[in-house]
């Protein structure tokens, strides 16, 4: 299988006050493109610096990472941030949208930064918005939709760049159970289609839907298993 992430000894500490905090340790990691990882872990455990440093919102302190076949580990801000505009997507508890703009032209905001044409803008984005099912909503505004909905605007504005990796921290955190897993299995259509899919999330349900799930606990993965292994150990 193609490798799409690669990461060798990658840690990250920060320093509060006079003390070091290591917040992820020496992370040995390796994902197939195409896979559907959940990551969970207590509050503090380094999942979120985890998705951080993945997604190219951070970088390490020590270590090695290569994402989709380039070794980013120590390029500098403004490479970092074309590498998180060409091959990441990202979907956050909060939604993120614009209050002021439209569906539509919150999926294409990303695309403006990217500078591509505006007929091109709009057709990416009237695609990414019937990926997700929400094409008859594309002219209302975030306060005219719902929790899952604007959820789904999010998903769409994630994946209208047709990023290498979608990342999503606690993407159903604001949304009710039944709206919730509408989301995750939207999750789960897009990464039948061949996205690369990493969540972190506290809630088992949540974690169930991936193939494959890391845990985290004191800034070190303590546990990597598949999902059938995870529901074989629960059935007993």
Do not use: W
Not at 21 to 34: E, K, M, P, Q, S
Not at 118 to 137: I, K, M, P, T
């Amino acid at each position: 299988m193609e490798t799409i992430i690669r990461t060798k000894g990658l840690s990250r500490d920060y320093m509060v006050g006079a003390q070091v905090v290591h917040a992820l340790r020496d992370l040995d990691l390796i994902i197939n493109r195409g896979e559907f990882v959940a990551i969970m872990g207590p509050s503090g455990s380094g999942k979120s610096t985890c998705m951080h440093l993945l997604g190219c919102l951070d970088t390490p302190s020590s270590g090695s990472y290569e994402l989709d076949g380039e070794d980013i580990s120590g390029i500098g801000p403004d490479k970092l941030a074309s590498v998180r505009q060409r091959k990441v997507g990202f979907v956050f508890q909060a939604f993120n949208l614009l209050s002021g703009a439209n569906a539509q032209r919150n999926v294409e905001m990303p695309l403006m930064y990217g500078a591509v044409e505006r007929e091109s803008r709009r057709q990416r984005a009237s695609e990414a918005l019937d990926a997700v099912g929400l094409s008859d909503r594309a002219h209302h505004l975030p306060a005219q939709l719902s929790g899952g909905q604007m959820q789904r605007v999010a998903i769409a504005r994630a994946i209208v760049n047709r990023p290498s990796l979608l990342l999503a921290d606690e993407p159903t955190g604001a949304l009710d159970t039944t709206t919730g897993q509408e989301i995750m299995n939207l999750f789960r259509d897009l990464n039948k289609q061949g996205i690369t899919v990493i969540l972190v999330t506290h809630e088992e349900e949540v974690a169930n839907f991936a193939q494959r799930i890391l845990e985290f606990r004191d800034g070190c993965l303590t546990s990597d298993r598949s999902r059938q292994d995870v529901l074989g150990m629960q059935s007993l």
